[in-house]
């Protein structure tokens, strides 16, 4: 069915007509489309009014175009989070109905690098321990995470407790509260390390969140760097006007 004609422009037309057949489940998650030769046919108009749809439907990530093979209907991230809230892994999954897991892969105590001295601002005697693991939503990986905090700020069986919260381990003594982080968000295409340990695939980007965490006196406590399926997190911040 073509589409009927009325005051606004024609991309615009096509650009609700799609996401109305991605609504109704007529192109479901991650199935190609149809070609721009038989999608124009179909919707009457030209394939550059196709193409200019196509191309703003992609800077919404309702869809992605894999060069040499088609277009496909991204699917909806299952997880989603405001980035000016300093919220945890684990409470976006448990918010989601989904049960947050932790698979443990290694932990490594050594001496601090240079950028590892500007960042805590610690002495080179200071030992930096680095954690990798896992997070998981109903047994299924979908951030990997890399942290990296000064050893003498944490319990001396935090490594061996392996499930326990760093944020949490952080403040047990009384003496750091974690008050606030500053974030830095990169996309990312396929990682050779990472994204065969979250199953994805060459289609599927990863987004890079590096944190900073700082305590109530402005000192860096803790650095992150989490690896999130794109397929599966989103994340938006809401800005007021000044």
Same mark, same amino acid.
């Given at each position: 069915?073509?589409?009927?004609?009325?005051?606004?422009?024609?991309?615009?037309?096509?650009?609700?007509?799609?996401?109305?057949?991605?609504?109704?489940?007529?192109?479901?998650?991650?199935?190609?489309?149809?070609?721009?030769?038989?999608?124009?046919?179909?919707?009457?108009?030209?394939?550059?009014?196709?193409?200019?749809?196509?191309?703003?439907?992609?800077?919404?990530?309702?869809?992605?175009?894999?060069?040499?093979?088609?277009?496909?209907?991204?699917?909806?991230?299952?997880?989603?989070?405001?980035?000016?809230?300093?919220? @945890? *892994?684990? !409470?976006?999954? =448990?918010?989601? %109905?989904? +049960?947050?897991?932790?698979?443990?892969?290694?932990?490594?105590?050594?001496?601090?690098?240079?950028?590892?001295?500007?960042?805590?601002?610690?002495?080179?005697?200071?030992?930096?321990?680095?954690?990798?693991?896992?997070?998981?939503?109903?047994?299924?990986?979908?951030?990997?995470?890399?942290?990296?905090?000064?050893?003498?700020?944490?319990?001396?069986?935090?490594?061996?407790?392996?499930?326990? @919260? *760093?944020? !949490?381990?952080? =403040?047990?003594? %009384?003496? +750091?509260?974690?008050?606030?982080?500053?974030?830095?968000?990169?996309?990312?295409?396929?990682?050779?390390?990472?994204?065969?340990?979250?199953?994805?695939?060459?289609?599927?980007?990863?987004?890079?969140?590096?944190?900073?965490?700082?305590?109530?006196?402005?000192?860096?406590?803790?650095?992150?760097?989490?690896?999130?399926?794109?397929?599966?997190?989103?994340?938006?911040?809401?800005?007021?006007?000044?």
């Amino acid at each position: 069915m073509s589409i009927k004609a009325d005051h606004r422009h024609l991309y615009l037309q096509v650009i609700d007509r799609l996401k109305e057949d991605i609504q109704k489940g007529i192109y479901r998650e991650n199935e190609k489309l149809p070609s721009e030769f038989d999608l124009s046919k179909e919707l009457g108009v030209s394939r550059a009014t196709l193409r200019e749809a196509l191309r703003l439907l992609e800077e919404e990530n309702i869809i992605v175009r894999r060069h040499g093979v088609g277009t496909f209907v991204n699917p909806k991230p299952v997880f989603t989070s405001g980035i000016e809230q300093l919220s @945890s *892994i684990s !409470s976006m999954i =448990e918010n989601a %109905g989904m +049960i947050p897991g932790t698979i443990f892969i290694d932990a490594s105590e050594n001496i601090p690098t240079d950028d590892d001295i500007n960042r805590f601002q610690c002495d080179y005697d200071d030992h930096v321990l680095t954690i990798e693991r896992v997070r998981t939503a109903d047994g299924e990986p979908v951030v990997y995470c890399i942290d990296k905090v000064l050893t003498k700020h944490l319990p001396a069986n935090f490594v061996q407790k392996k499930e326990v @919260s *760093i944020f !949490s381990s952080l =403040e047990q003594s %009384g003496d +750091i509260h974690v008050a606030y982080a500053v974030t830095y968000i990169d996309p990312v295409g396929y990682h050779e390390q990472v994204s065969p340990i979250l199953n994805c695939g060459r289609e599927t980007a990863l987004l890079v969140l590096k944190q900073l965490h700082y305590d109530d006196n402005d000192r860096v406590v803790l650095y992150s760097k989490n690896y999130f399926r794109a397929d599966k997190f989103s994340f938006h911040v809401i800005r007021k006007r000044v």
